[in-house]
């Protein structure tokens, strides 16, 4: 059995490493052709940072498979002669915490290397040392807290009934739509949240929710330009009542009208039960997962040389779980994909057309994407459709417009 599973795993990991070496030659073969959507430097540029990002990921994707063949060779086995402790429930706690900090160790450097080297590069990154060093213990300061509570519940439940796998698919689940709603909540503790200034821009912001149906619960201003140089928006909350989350980045570079037409397209969601559709996806990725790794046999635990105990079952869980995920991104990415064309429809109807052409055209510029991609990358991992696709569906030929 775990023979079996580190081939399915090996493969797995082929596929993303051709991918991943697909994209860097298409992009490096298109950056140098005729420009479309930028100025001949930005365009790149944009795809200097794609390429350099598609590399980063293919070493990680190496790393990471090395750190799957160690852990269910040997890593599980040694970690577990670590972890002793008085209580199955407070031993799968521990051995979860050091299986979740030998990761976060062992990607590090990689996460370093991205945010002070790749997107200092490129002028994206505005966080200090300081500041990373301070958001990683408040990060760590959550994860142990919150973590380590919902590990003991996954535990207890673990031990306490047969069917462990159908409750703790309920329990994260719910955890799952609680953390959507309290987002908000959490981003607050590494982020300032301004309120937006009385205006025209709040009435109309006030009035494009009204249109359909939804109640304002505050409209405000964070400052995201502290730690990156990235524009973007969202809504926070499951309910009628949202609160609209401008990034002060996006604020700077949309006039009114561009703002409200990218606002549009955010509500085309709501609109269209996206948010909905996104969670039911996410519940039926979660159901087979606990399914399938809840039915993992004893004896694949005692190939590792273990015993099938709560804190390796869910770490087993946790390191098969991209695999599950990689099979389902395609599906996943092609609904997800059909949804922004709807939801461009709806935020050119409520914003104007023209408006949110101008938007699409400054957010790909300004956040230096890359306008074009290889076909198993739109295929697998892109949630949004090709920007130029987007246009082209919008009635706007971007095929040779700079």
Do not use: C
Not at 94 to 103: D, R, T
Not at 161 to 172: H, I, Q
Not at 247 to 252: G, K
Not at 355 to 373: Q, Y
């Amino acid at each position: 059995m775990l023979e079996t599973i580190i081939i399915i795993y090996s493969m797995y990991t082929f596929m993303k490493i051709y991918i991943s070496i697909m994209q860097i030659g298409y992009i490096n073969e298109e950056k140098h052709k005729t420009p479309v959507l930028m100025s001949e430097q930005k365009y790149l540029v944009a795809g200097n940072y794609a390429v350099a990002n598609s590399k980063l990921g293919l070493v990680t994707t190496l790393v990471d498979y090395l750190m799957f063949i160690w852990w269910v060779i040997a890593g599980f086995t040694w970690l577990s002669s670590f972890v002793q402790a008085d209580g199955a429930i407070v031993e799968a706690v521990l051995f979860l915490f050091g299986f979740i900090v030998i990761n976060f160790i062992v990607g590090l450097p990689f996460e370093l290397y991205q945010k002070f080297k790749i997107d200092e590069d490129f002028g994206f990154n505005k966080m200090s040392p300081k500041m990373f060093v301070l958001d990683t213990i408040k990060s760590s300061v959550l994860f142990f807290t919150i973590g380590g509570a919902i590990f003991a519940l996954l535990a207890w439940i673990i031990s306490s009934f047969e069917l462990w796998w159908l409750w703790a698919f309920t329990t994260m689940f719910t955890i799952a739509i609680l953390a959507n709603v309290l987002m908000p909540t959490f981003m607050a503790l590494f982020n300032k949240f301004t309120p937006i200034e009385e205006g025209e821009l709040k009435v109309e912001i006030s009035k494009l929710m009204e249109q359909v149906g939804l109640k304002n619960d505050g409209i405000f201003i964070m400052d995201a330009s502290k730690r990156d140089g990235r524009l973007n928006a969202f809504f926070g909350g499951l309910g009628k009542s949202k609160r609209v989350v401008l990034f002060d980045t996006l604020v700077e570079k949309l006039n009114n009208k561009e703002l409200l037409a990218v606002l549009g397209h955010e509500l085309g969601h709501f609109t269209h039960g996206d948010i909905w559709k996104n969670i039911g996806l996410m519940g039926l990725l979660l159901f087979i997962a606990f399914y399938l790794f809840g039915h993992l046999p004893d004896t694949l635990f005692i190939e590792m040389g273990l015993r099938p105990s709560a804190g390796v079952q869910i770490a087993m869980l946790m390191l098969l779980l991209p695999l599950l995920s990689f099979v389902f991104t395609p599906f996943m990415s092609a609904v997800s994909r059909h949804n922004e064309y709807a939801a461009d429809a709806f935020g050119s109807r409520m914003g104007g057309k023209e408006n949110l052409v101008s938007a699409l055209m400054k957010l790909v510029t300004e956040n230096k994407s890359f306008p074009k991609s290889h076909p198993l990358v739109i295929f697998f991992y892109h949630t949004h459709p090709p920007v130029i696709e987007r246009l082209k569906e919008l009635g706007y030929d971007a095929s040779n417009a700079k």
